[in-house]
């Protein structure tokens, strides 16, 4: 069984940096894609960045490219998102995801979500 555990999360500061890990476990990942995604109050669920377990190769969404970075570490078995100059806007629920060979819309595994609140 597939289990994702997010942890990092918490209040910071406008220009603050913060790193979120997702610890993965149940499976081996090799040729699955982890993901970063985030959900702020009112609005859709949004895509944020992902990588594949081997190889590392990652994508980013316009909107965090050249401030969030996505990388894993294999023997931890844990995925993290670097973030940098964070801005209140950043303010959200933010999930890890994952899915065999991609994420698609609806990737199949999720964690429970760790809060990101950044404060002007």
């Known amino acids: 069984q597939v289990q994702l555990v997010e942890s990092g999360g918490g209040l910071v500061q406008a220009g603050d940096s913060l790193r979120l890990s997702c610890a993965a476990s149940?499976?081996?990942?090799?040729?699955?894609?982890m993901g970063w995604f985030r959900q702020a109050p009112g609005k859709e669920r949004e895509f944020l960045a992902s990588?594949?377990?081997?190889?590392?190769?990652?994508r980013y969404a316009d909107s965090v490219k050249g401030r969030f970075s996505i990388s894993r570490d294999n023997a931890k078995n844990t995925v993290y998102l670097q973030m940098n100059s964070l801005k209140p806007e950043d303010t959200a629920v933010y999930y890890c995801?994952?899915?065999?060979?991609?994420?698609?819309?609806?990737?199949?595994?999720w964690g429970q979500g760790t809060q990101v609140t950044v404060s002007s």
């Open positions: 149940g499976r081996t990942f090799s040729d699955y894609r």
């Open positions: 995801a994952a899915g065999y060979g991609g994420l698609g819309r609806n990737p199949p595994y």
């Open positions: 990588i594949i377990w081997s190889g590392g190769s990652t």
